[in-house]
């Protein structure tokens, strides 16, 4: 077909073209909305951060614990021995050195890691002609106390008639009491034999 004949073709004649397709909405959100994935993704930026300390906790050592709680000018200088303790929960002994003096530490494992239930110290490594020296921190208010201490020439300690545990820590002999009740230790209450 000519060119010229093309155009002679009136109007409506000729291939049919599709028609265009109409506009697609536009996607709105709605006030409230917007305030419902606002706090979604807070409360996905709270998660995250949970976990991640969650996992940072679980990952401390006894020492990294105790550290976090010990005063200024404190440190764990060296790492004795870690004890379990019996009864409820993950509990266990802790004995360190720090500033030079024995310390020790009751800790609770769980979950997030460990959680310091009481530390105390910062006895002489080395005792002389002592028996021994044994501090009482208490546990859980008036449930149950906590002694120990170091062996220096004796081989055995008796807390209120029983005997305690005695711990090998290296060059140290430790050893610790779990009693139940109120503190109820005195001078006359720790026997070395």
């Not at 000519?2 to 009136?10: F, G, M, S, T, Y």
């Not at 969650?54 to 990294?64: D, E, L």
């Amino acid at each position: 077909m000519d060119p010229k004949e093309r155009r002679a073709v009136p109007p409506g004649i000729g291939p049919r073209l599709p028609e265009p397709e109409p506009p697609a909405p536009k996607f709105r959100i709605a006030g409230r909305e917007n305030l419902i994935i606002g706090a979604a993704g807070l409360l996905l930026v709270a998660l995250a951060v949970w976990f991640i300390a969650f996992a940072i906790g679980a990952g401390r050592t006894p020492a990294q614990a105790v550290a976090r709680v010990l005063e200024e000018g404190f440190t764990v200088q060296e790492e004795l021995v870690q004890v379990s303790l019996p009864g409820e929960g993950e509990r266990s002994v802790y004995f360190f050195i720090s500033s030079d003096q024995l310390a020790c530490a009751v800790l609770q494992r769980k979950a997030s890691g460990y959680k310091v239930l009481n530390v105390s110290g910062h006895l002489p490594l080395a005792g002389g002609d002592k028996p021994g020296i044994w501090m009482a921190p208490s546990l859980g208010g008036n449930e149950e106390f906590f002694v120990y201490g170091l062996l220096y020439n004796a081989s055995a300690v008796d807390v209120n008639g029983n005997p305690a545990v005695v711990v090998n820590a290296g060059p140290y002999r430790c050893w610790y009491y779990l009693g139940e009740g109120p503190l109820t230790i005195n001078s006359e209450s720790v026997v070395y034999r």
